[in-house]
């Protein structure tokens, strides 16, 4: 578990900034995911990579940018925050037919 | 896309009797069904999970089966710990390791 690493674990910021998500991983793991987690709606796919320079949405993409310049990393961007993105957002990662592993999570909060 | 509901979504049971929670899926082509529990403030870890070709599989306390006729599949509990207590996840996919849509999760209170 401590191959999977998040930052900043817990973020606050005002509608409309910009805030950047971390993730890291020291697998080397092919694929990686972000998912957001609200009361209600369990564990929801933002988007999801399968190698380095290939992205795709999941579910709920909206609002949401990534990146994956890097294997080990896969940054998620919110460009102009809202309230409904108040969450708990979860990083994740797999290797091939294996179990996904999940990062810590940040709490964020947009006020 | 992949569908997955499952119940109920809170359960209490006394320490020592067995939990069972239900999902299921409606894409046919899911072939993965992996469980995860979440314990309060924590990550998601998965505990058990099933491939399409296999009907049942179980390791100490805890069983999953899968009818893929039926599109569903089901996690068994036995011999309940308060430690239990937690969130529980199902999940489908059609590839381990790739999207994974998940159920709404089920909160397991075991009461000592």
Known sequence: DAGITQSPRYKITETGRQVTLMCHQTWSHSYMFWYRQDLGHGLRLIYYSAAADITDKGEVPDGYVVSRSKTENFPLTLESATRSQTSVYFCASSEGQREQYFGPGTRLTVT | ?112
């Open chain 2, 1 to 112: 896309g992949e569908n997955v509901e499952q119940h109920p979504s809170t359960l209490s049971v006394q320490e020592g009797d067995s939990a069972v929670i239900k999902c299921t899926y409606s894409d046919s082509a899911s072939n993965y069904f992996p469980w995860y529990k979440q314990e309060l403030g924590k990550r998601p870890q998965l505990i058990i999970d099933i491939r399409s070709n296999v009907g049942e599989k179980k390791d100490q306390r805890i069983a999953v089966t899968l009818n893929k006729t039926a599109k569903h599949f089901s996690l068994h509990i036995t011999e309940t710990q308060p430690e239990d207590s937690a969130v529980y996840f199902c999940a489908a996919s059609r590839n381990a390791g790739n999207m994974l849509t998940f159920g709404g999760g089920t909160r397991l209170m075991v009461k000592p």
